[in-house]
């Protein structure tokens, strides 16, 4: 088990699990722009986690907290055995992914699908929960397909919370299940806010973070008015400064703000002590490259990151000389 700092979570504000984005470097990196978030790991599947490189799956590093791993699966006792190794390695929360619409994920049995057998779904969180002590919490969707009534999305909160999980994160739009890739299932299905709002309204003991679109502080501000939590995914991404922002307004930080640059800077010692434990540089930086978005020489930054490391160039070199090219444009 790693090293716990023990704080009780707040979850204002947390980062989307992202797979082949939300990975422990990814994570690091997240930890140096919001001291606050709670951040995910990828969807992990019960199967790798049980027949593959196992500790492999499970690292992270522990300035990481407050971090949950994401598990895939729909077999109570695989998803059980799998969230006690998380638990005794360290991890804070074990979420059940029940909002992926990707077809290798409904051939599994798993993920949004899991939302038409709520009673499967509600064996799930208690065979989990009869085994662990860190809190068991669902990740979905508004509805499926057809099965998108408020009342059906009621139903699947009450029978799954009544089994023993108290924390929900809704994706405010559904999934439709054939016919969209998951790339669509994350833009063409409609937001709708307002369901969720009504949820928490309808279940106000339960902790209820809202997800979809959020790309501005202001508007993460204005969910919090009707929700306890807001999940960002792709901004986190693409313009991943603005976590900087959102955790000195959210968790009223008063310590002096960092630069692009003081971020990159600290980034970039992380980097050096991987790369000499055998990582591939180009592992690090792709999680940087929109961290400069919208300021003065990105497009530069941008192309330096993207760019074949060359031969002649020991590995770390290639990162200083990107951060002394972008610190000439911008702070
Ligand atoms: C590249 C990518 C990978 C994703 N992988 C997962 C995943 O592993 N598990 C999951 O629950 N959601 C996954 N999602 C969905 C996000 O967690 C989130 O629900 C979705 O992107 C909507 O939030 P956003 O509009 O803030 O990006 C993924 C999204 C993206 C863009």
């Keep these: 088990m790693k090293h716990k700092i023990d704080f009780k979570i707040n979850r204002l504000l947390s980062i989307a699990p992202m797979m082949d984005h939300t990975d422990k470097h990814f994570r690091y990196f997240m ?5 606050h978030a709670v951040l995910y790991t990828e969807m992990i599947t ?5 027949h593959g490189d196992r500790q492999r799956f499970l690292d992270f590093n522990y300035v990481e907290y407050p971090l949950a791993i994401q598990l895939g699966g729909s077999n109570p006792d695989d998803l ?18 029940i909002g992926c619409p990707s077809d290798r994920v409904q051939n599994g049995q798993f993920g949004a699908c899991l939302m038409s057998n709520k009673n499967l779904v509600a064996d799930c969180v208690n065979k989990i929960q009869s085994l662990i002590k860190i809190p068991v919490t669902i990740k979905t969707r508004i509805g499926i397909d057809d099965l998108d009534s408020y009342e059906f999305l009621y139903d699947f909160i009450k029978t799954t919370h009544e089994a023993g999980c108290d924390i929900f994160i809704i994706h405010a739009r559904k999934a439709i299940l054939s016919g969209l890739s998951p790339k669509e299932n994350r833009d063409i299905p409609p937001l709708n806010y307002e369901r969720v709002h009504k949820l928490k309204q309808d279940f106000p003991t339960l902790n209820i973070t809202i997800n ?6 202001d508007e993460i501000k204005t969910q919090l008015e009707h929700v306890d939590g807001v999940m960002v995914g792709r901004a986190a991404y693409q ?16 310590g002096a703000t960092p630069t692009r640059t003081d971020i990159l800077n600290e980034y970039r010692d992380y980097v050096a002590e991987q790369v000499q434990q055998g990582e591939r540089i180009k592992n690090l ?18 192309q330096l990151l993207s760019a074949a490391v060359p031969r002649d160039k020991n590995n770390i070199q290639f990162l200083d ?3 002394q090219s972008i610190s000439s444009y911008s702070p």
Excluded at 31 to 35: A, E, H, I, M, V
Excluded at 240 to 248: G, I, N, R, T, Y
């Design 46 to 50: 019960t199967g790798a986690l049980i």
């Design 212 to 217: 979809g679109g959020f790309t501005e502080l």
């Design 239 to 254: 313009n991943p400064f603005m976590l900087v922002e959102a955790d000195k307004v959210l968790f009223e930080n008063s």
């Design 31 to 35: 930890r140096l722009l919001s001291k």
């Design 285 to 302: 930086t792709r999680h940087v490259i929109g961290l400069y978005q919208g300021q003065p020489g990105a497009r530069k930054y941008r």
């Design 80 to 97: 059980a055995v799998c969230a006690k190794m998380a638990e005794d390695e360290g991890y804070d929360e074990v979420n059940l992914n």
């Design 321 to 323: 000389e990107t951060i």
